[in-house]
């Protein structure tokens, strides 16, 4: 194996182990190395001056060489990061540039990150996030054509003043001209984006409000949850909302995590808990109980009144 191969499978492993703690079994499956190259690289960032954590099966990276640490900030991109990454360079609007190509298969090499399909991020997010970046810019309003909204399940065209991203970068915030708010819009579900010639009007009402773990936004983020995750859980939860790692700790046993957070919509944190009811734990948290509660309540009164047509 070459020198260069061999470097972006050392990277490959070191990611993987600042990221989150792995067993050698997950890194075989993650990466397709043998797991004699896998101790053997592991050895080696040892040597390199990284602290290496084993506890039970489990491998992680707990210190980093100081020039490492230094820079692992720059460096280092979360999967979602990635993402955004992979989508903004789709988007460069000089199609046949041969940087785009080798800026992709840096990120797969360095990564190993599963990039969506090309078409798919062509026609539902590269344009879309070109276009409204270039509107915050220049601070032009768009229409937000057949746009799929979640909360009234409606498919209308949203004339919207946008005016920033969020940090996961998979919604924008804008002021909805209809109704003069500021909302967040993800844009996987706008069909398109259409340009304007006309200026922002309305600048003094543009306000970000927060966004929690679980993508939600509102003016405050005020309701505490408290959940117990089995590891699966956890992991699963981490990779659909990689912001929630912050709030995550392993208890005692090293079998479960727990999720200490506030939010600002219990809809969000409801939506991953009824996925998984059987594998997490409600801790003194009332309003999301509740919910809960509501929501299987109206499922089975959605049943019964199936069944009596």
């Known amino acids: 194996m070459n020198s260069q191969a061999t470097l972006q499978k050392l990277l490959q492993i070191a990611m993987y182990l600042l ?3 792995c067993t050698i079994e997950d890194l075989q499956q993650k990466t397709q190395i043998e797991k004699r190259s ?12 990284f602290g290496i954590n084993k506890t039970g099966t489990h491998y992680s990276i707990v210190k980093l060489p100081k020039e490492i640490d ?7 991109f979360s999967q979602e990061e990635q993402y955004m990454l992979y989508c903004a360079i789709e988007g460069i609007q000089f199609s046949t540039s041969p ?13 190993d990150y599963k990039m969506l399909p090309k078409p798919i991020i062509n026609e539902f997010y590269g344009n879309n996030f070109h276009l409204l970046a ?10 937000l054509q057949r746009y799929h909204s979640a909360n009234s399940n409606t498919v209308t065209d949203r004339w919207v003043e946008p005016f920033a991203f969020t940090p996961n970068n998979y919604d924008v915030w804008c002021l909805d001209l209809q109704d ?11 069909e398109k984006v259409v340009a304007s010639k006309k200026y922002w009007e309305h600048e003094a009402l543009h306000k970000q409000n927060p966004v929690d773990v679980f993508r939600m936004s509102a003016s405050q983020q005020n309701i505490p949850i408290k959940l117990k995750l089995t590891t699966r859980a956890a992991d699963l ?11 995550l700790h392993r208890t005692e046993s090293g079998n479960q995590w727990i999720l200490t ?26 309003e999301l109980e509740n919910y809960i509660h509501e929501q299987i309540e109206l499922y089975h009164h959605h049943e019964r009144k199936n069944s009596k047509e």
């Open 19 to 21: 990221n989150d703690s």
């Open 38 to 49: 896998i101790y053997r690289y592991i050895n080696t960032l040892k040597e390199a001056g």
């Open 70 to 76: 230094e820079i692992k900030n720059s460096l280092y």
């Open 99 to 111: 940087l785009k190509e080798v800026l992709k298969k840096k990120l797969n090499v360095i990564y």
């Open 134 to 143: 270039e509107a915050i810019q220049q601070k032009k309003q768009v229409k």
């Open 180 to 190: 003069k708010q500021s909302k967040t819009f993800r844009i996987s579900r706008v």
């Open 237 to 247: 939860l981490k990779e659909e909302y990689p912001f929630a790692r912050e709030y």
């Open 261 to 286: 957070t506030n939010v600002c919509d219990i809809k969000g944190a409801g939506r991953f808990v009824m996925s998984l009811l059987n594998e997490i734990e409600i801790i003194n948290s009332p």
